[in-house]
């Protein structure tokens, strides 16, 4: 029987889509009959300590973290060359390039096994150009096989690095996300009020367009009684900057919706399906499991044209994009797509369904994990 070692930065019921797409690809991995351990960092454990705990078709392996960075990545790449040897596994996968990647690459190389390293955004846009680099390009270089998240982001890496990079996309699953009829009393007990509702889902930061975001909502609440709903609220790190939006626009921030984090597919649903227009004003992006969500819920989404959301949105078929030149823009944009016909947004969501549905599929997914796998081991 073979076996991987997951190494990973987040791992679901914490939030982000890096935890939700770690876990999935394990249970896939642990449904194809793969004996699957994952091992991450936590902040809850004493320094050092390890944690091994039995979980629904894997096995979660929780070191805490140390404190000076040499002493962290040393330790990390030994409890994984460990993990390996002791259970026989036959190839380690890290699931983010300048963290779980690098460790995955060192110790796949150390216990003498193949590796694969996924790229998925943030990894990329930032590693290349932080003290974090060195392990990104150790990562890529060293790696059996190397995935990415989006096709843009396969091909920059392949010509930066001179090899190739395979282009595996996140998957969503379509029978939980639907559209849902929107449920006025649900409206009402969030206290989104009669007119217009702007949606974003995740954890809204800088990266995700915040400080683009909350400032045109101010300037449409303006002229408009509209609601923003954060689906998932706004970040613990971007409080300082939610904070300074509150003080200088407290009328609009009294409209503005902050809900807790929630995984339940029915409860999210129900929740995208109150919104008339979900915005994702990214800055740099991978795949987000968000957007794909919010498609599958047939929403009508505005989004940047960064990472793959082009890849995701056709313009004026199932969605609108615009430039990240235009940002400024955002709320004029804003208003035209809450201008569009309801039939014609409706129409856009439907389309959006259809392209989730044809080429984002678990499915499809865990097949091309498999065929990764596989190529990877062909190395050894």
């Known amino acids: 029987m073979s076996g991987v070692a997951i190494v990973a930065e987040r791992l679901a019921p914490e939030r982000?889509?890096?935890?939700?797409?770690?876990?999935?690809?394990a249970r896939m991995a642990a449904?194809?009959?793969?004996?699957?351990?994952?091992?991450?960092?936590?902040?809850?454990?004493?320094?050092?300590?390890?944690?091994?705990?039995?979980?629904?078709?894997?096995?979660?392996?929780?070191?805490?973290?140390?404190?000076?960075?040499?002493?962290?990545?040393?330790?990390f790449v030994a409890h994984v060359t460990d993990v390996v040897d002791l259970h026989d596994l036959d190839l380690v996968h890290g699931i983010y390039g300048t963290s779980a990647g690098y460790v995955a690459a060192l110790a796949g190389a150390f216990a003498g096994v193949p590796s694969v390293v996924s790229l998925r955004g943030n990894d990329v846009d930032r590693g290349l150009f932080r003290a974090s680099l060195p392990r990104l390009s150790l990562a890529v270089e060293r790696a059996s096989v190397v995935t990415a998240v989006t096709r843009e982001m396969a091909g920059r890496v392949g010509r930066l690095y001179g090899r190739?990079?395979?282009?595996?996309?996140?998957a969503v699953d379509t029978e939980a996300f639907v559209r849902r009829t929107p449920d006025n009393s649900l409206r009402v007990s969030l206290g989104l009020g009669e007119g217009p509702v702007i949606g974003f889902s995740g954890e809204l930061r800088e990266k995700k367009g915040l400080r683009f975001l909350l400032p045109a909502f101010a300037a449409l609440r303006r002229q408009r009684p509209i609601s923003l709903c954060l689906i998932g609220g706004v970040r613990h790190d971007a409080a300082p900057a939610w904070e300074a939006f509150e003080r200088a626009e407290p009328e609009a921030a009294s409209a503005v919706h902050r809900l807790r984090f929630d995984q339940d597919a029915e409860r999210l649903s129900q929740r995208l399906a109150l919104c008339d227009v979900m915005v994702f004003p990214s800055l740099f992006e991978g795949m987000p499991n968000a957007m794909l969500e919010a498609m599958a819920a047939e929403c009508a989404i505005l989004a940047t044209d960064v990472g793959g959301h082009p890849e995701l949105i056709e313009h004026g078929v199932s969605g609108a994009l615009l430039s990240l030149r235009d940002l400024d823009r955002l709320p004029e944009a804003i208003g035209e797509m809450l201008d569009v016909p309801e039939d014609e947004r409706r129409a856009w969501g439907r389309a959006a369904r259809a392209r989730v549905r044809d080429g984002h599929r678990p499915a499809d997914e865990n097949a091309a994990w498999a065929d990764i796998y596989a190529a990877a081991r062909l190395t050894r």
Do not use: C
């Open 164 to 170: 190739e990079v395979r282009f595996v996309p996140n």
């Open 31 to 75: 449904d194809r009959g793969e004996t699957v351990h994952i091992i991450r960092t936590v902040d809850d454990h004493s320094p050092g300590a390890r944690r091994t705990v039995e979980r629904d078709g894997f096995v979660e392996h929780a070191v805490g973290r140390l404190d000076r960075d040499e002493e962290q990545w040393r330790a």
């Open 16 to 25: 982000g889509g890096l935890a939700r797409a770690t876990e999935r690809i």
